[in-house]
């Protein structure tokens, strides 16, 4: 266990444990977010506030990393819709991973994938984005 715990606490520099339930991890210009636990009100609003600081900074590509989110409350999802169109008014974009199937059902019950790119893993979320920065240029 100790040697478990050992290996826990090591994080490659680029993730950022930003609170008790978000980290953060940048790969090259994408942001990639992955909230933990319950996706309600409180770690919405951190999650708000994360996000506009690191568009503040120029983020424009952001990857939202379910996979340690076992639900997702209509607080949730409002915020998570609202971070969408504010990332996309400045000209970026946003996709999903990860997702167990509470959540996918949350979010598909709320249309959230008519709006949204979502990817069975991290590596195709991505190269998505990464192609259509390449587009963009």
Do not use: C, W
């Not at 504010?86 to 059902?105: A, F, K």
Request: aromatic share 6%; glycine share 6%; charged share 25%.
């Amino acid at each position: 266990a100790d040697m478990a715990r050992h290996y826990a606490e090591f994080f490659p520099e680029s993730i950022k444990k930003v609170s008790m339930s978000i980290q953060t991890e940048i790969h090259g210009r994408i942001l990639i977010i992955r909230p933990e636990g319950i996706l309600n009100k409180a770690i919405s609003s951190e999650l708000e506030e994360l996000l506009t600081n690191e568009l503040d900074e120029g983020f424009r590509l952001i990857i939202f990393d379910f996979s340690l989110v076992n639900q997702i409350s209509s607080d949730g999802l409002r915020v998570i819709l609202h971070l969408v169109n504010e990332v996309r008014s400045l000209g970026g974009d946003v996709s999903v991973t990860g997702m167990q199937e509470q959540v996918q059902i949350a979010l598909e019950v709320a249309g959230f994938f008519k709006l949204i790119d979502s990817f069975p893993g991290i590596d195709a979320a991505i190269e998505s984005l990464l192609e259509i920065d390449e587009d963009s240029e």
